[in-house]
């Protein structure tokens, strides 16, 4: 069965400066690999995907993923976090082989101070 | 572009009524799902439904019914509601699952039953 671990429940973060968000994944197969971010009474919204080719995928709002098969890992990242940022970040392995359900992480909330 | 509407936003039950949340999504997407976000427990997939006149048991279904009559339209019934279903509710849909299709997700239904 595929699992999405996020290890971190809370990340905070100075404005301007870099993040990373861990993701790892456990899976059979190729994976097809998601990042969702939620801001606060919204529903959630692709930042990026990876289904097959580069490695480091960008996104919106200037973040980029890299899909690391040997460490089955998908971090996200941003060079330099904006206030906007602070939301929940979820990632997910995609439905695919059959199956009809996507799986979540728990998610990253994203605290940025001032 | 509507993409996926949820009704209602917001909605305050007594323990025992009964109510229909309704998702329709303008996309013409064959799959659809409902989700529960709970603190702390990320998203629970409640049901999900892989096309009209189609419906199947996800993670937490007990206590909720569904219908997918209309490909656009996905409902989600609470036959007697009870405090344990104070939660916030997403509908999301997608165009496929053998590419790995993302979700679109609604903006969320939040329902509180006293």
């Known amino acids: 069965a595929q699992s999405v671990t996020q290890p971190d429940i809370h990340i905070t973060v100075s404005e301007g400066a870099s993040l990373e968000l861990r993701c790892n994944y456990s899976?059979?197969?190729?994976?097809?690999l998601f990042w969702y971010v939620q801001s606060p009474g919204q529903g959630l919204q692709l930042l990026l995907k990876?289904?097959?080719?580069?490695?480091l995928v960008q996104g919106i709002k200037g973040f980029e993923a890299e899909f690391k098969r040997s460490q089955s890992s998908f971090n996200l990242r941003k060079p330099s976090v904006h206030w906007s940022d602070a939301a929940e970040y979820f990632c997910?392995?995609?439905?695919?082989?059959?199956?009809?359900?996507?799986?979540f992480g728990r998610g990253t909330s994203l605290i940025v101070h001032p | 572009n509507a993409g996926v509407t949820q009704t209602p936003k917001f909605r305050v039950l007594k323990t025992g009524q009964s109510m229909t949340l309704l998702c329709a999504q303008d996309m013409n997407h064959e799959y659809m799902y409902w989700y529960r976000q709970d603190p702390g427990m990320g998203l629970r997939l409640i049901h999900y439904?892989?096309?009209?006149?189609?419906?199947a048991k996800g993670e937490v279904p007990d206590g909720y019914n569904v219908s997918r009559l209309k490909k656009q339209n996905f409902l989600l019934g609470l036959e007697s509601a009870a405090p344990s279903q104070t939660s916030v509710y997403f509908c999301?849909?997608?165009?496929?699952?053998?590419?790995?299709?993302?979700?679109?997700f609604g903006e969320g239904s939040r329902l509180t039953v006293l």
């Open positions: 990876y289904f097959s080719g580069d490695t």
């Open positions: 999301a849909s997608s165009s496929r699952t053998g590419a790995g299709g993302e979700l679109f």
């Open positions: 997910a392995v995609g439905p695919s082989g059959g199956s009809y359900i996507p799986t």
């Open positions: 899976y059979g197969a190729t994976p097809y």
């Open positions: 439904s892989v096309g009209e006149g189609t419906t």
